[in-house]
């Protein structure tokens, strides 16, 4: 199987929770057997869409613009499993990530069709890969991912491919601190065994998630660390100023 991710997350390295959540997945995606490949966003050259509907006209199925989302769709075409990997800004994706969406219009055709009661556009000659959405952010409930999820699966609704697994890791930027350093582990650790279950089963078992989900802290500690933080940060920053 060729397993194809798209990382639109701004960040490289372990400071990256996207990025390391990622690699766990696909460690595990590889132990099962399965061939994959990362495409980092924020490493390629890829403009805005200008809305000018060259590829669905004058060059079907070829974007007017010379840069790396050629390439990009080339893989993305040829894949068997999607990853669509992004942290969470304001309650979506990130831009890299949308303007990627944005860019993928030339698989496409630009023909209308009925699909569940709403009109769409039928992809372009290939049929679109299963999904696994990933993504990470900073509050500790759930439920801040559901405005994501929700754009994710209208959007398969009208034919992007079907989603088969979605990850989502709240409270991520405590997971490497000192107090968390066994649950950082075991989160990993789960995430890997999601990446053999999505290769051997098609799906992320209900007890994985569970573990990759877990609280780290209550309500009220997650408020007095968090703010502690960015209280410590705003005076490093000042006391730095002022020292100048």
Same mark, same amino acid.
């Given at each position: 199987?060729?397993?194809? =991710?798209?990382?639109?997350?701004?960040?490289?390295?372990? @400071?990256?929770?996207? *990025?390391?959540?990622?690699?766990?997945?696909?460690?595990?995606?590889? $132990?099962?057997?399965?061939?994959?490949?990362? @495409?980092?966003?924020?490493?390629?050259?890829?403009? *805005?869409?200008?809305?000018?509907?060259?590829?669905?006209?004058?060059?079907?199925?070829?974007?007017?613009?010379?840069?790396?989302?050629?390439?990009?769709?080339?893989?993305?075409?040829?894949?068997?499993? $999607?990853?669509? =990997?992004?942290?969470?800004?304001?309650?979506?994706?990130?831009?890299?990530?949308?303007?990627?969406?944005?860019?993928?219009?030339?698989?496409?055709?630009?023909?209308?069709?009925?699909?569940?009661?709403?009109?769409?556009?039928?992809?372009?000659?290939?049929?679109?890969?299963?999904?696994?959405?990933?993504?990470?952010?900073?509050?500790?409930?759930?439920?801040?991912?559901?405005?994501?999820?929700?754009?994710? $699966?209208?959007? =398969?609704?009208?034919?992007?491919?079907?989603?088969?697994?979605?990850?989502?890791?709240?409270?991520?930027?405590?997971?490497?601190?000192?107090?968390?350093?066994?649950?950082?582990?075991?989160?990993?650790? =789960?995430?890997?065994?999601?990446?053999?279950?999505?290769?051997?089963?098609?799906?992320?078992?209900?007890e994985t998630l569970a573990v990759i989900q877990?609280?780290?802290?209550?309500?009220?500690?997650?408020?007095?660390?968090?703010?502690?933080?960015?209280?410590?940060?705003?005076?490093?920053?000042?006391?730095?100023?002022?020292?100048?």
């Open positions: 199987m060729n397993v194809v =991710a798209v990382n639109g997350g701004p960040r490289k390295g372990k @400071i990256s929770k996207t *990025a390391t959540m990622l690699e766990a997945l696909l460690d595990g995606c590889r $132990h099962a057997g399965a061939n994959t490949e990362v @495409i980092n966003l924020r490493e390629k050259e890829v403009r *805005a869409c200008n809305g000018c509907y060259t590829c669905w006209t004058k060059t079907p199925g070829k974007c007017v613009q010379d840069d790396d989302m050629k390439e990009i769709l080339e893989k993305y075409r040829r894949a068997d499993l $999607h990853i669509l =990997a992004t942290p969470l800004y304001f309650w979506g994706p990130t831009a890299l990530m949308k303007n990627f969406i944005d860019r993928s219009m030339p698989l496409s055709h630009p023909f209308f069709l009925e699909k569940d009661g709403l009109l769409t556009h039928p992809p372009r000659d290939y049929t679109p890969a299963p999904k696994v959405i990933l993504s990470v952010c900073g509050f500790p409930e759930l439920d801040h991912f559901e405005p994501l999820s929700h754009w994710f $699966h209208f959007m =398969a609704g009208r034919g992007l491919g079907s989603i088969v697994a979605e990850i989502y890791r709240p409270a991520s930027e405590f997971l490497p601190a000192p107090p968390f350093r066994q649950q950082y582990e075991e989160i990993l650790a =789960a995430t890997r065994q999601a990446g053999i279950e999505l290769i051997t089963r098609g799906k992320v078992t209900k877990q609280d780290l802290m209550d309500k009220a500690a997650y408020i007095k660390m968090g703010n502690a933080y960015f209280q410590g940060e705003i005076d490093r920053w000042e006391a730095k100023r002022a020292s100048k």
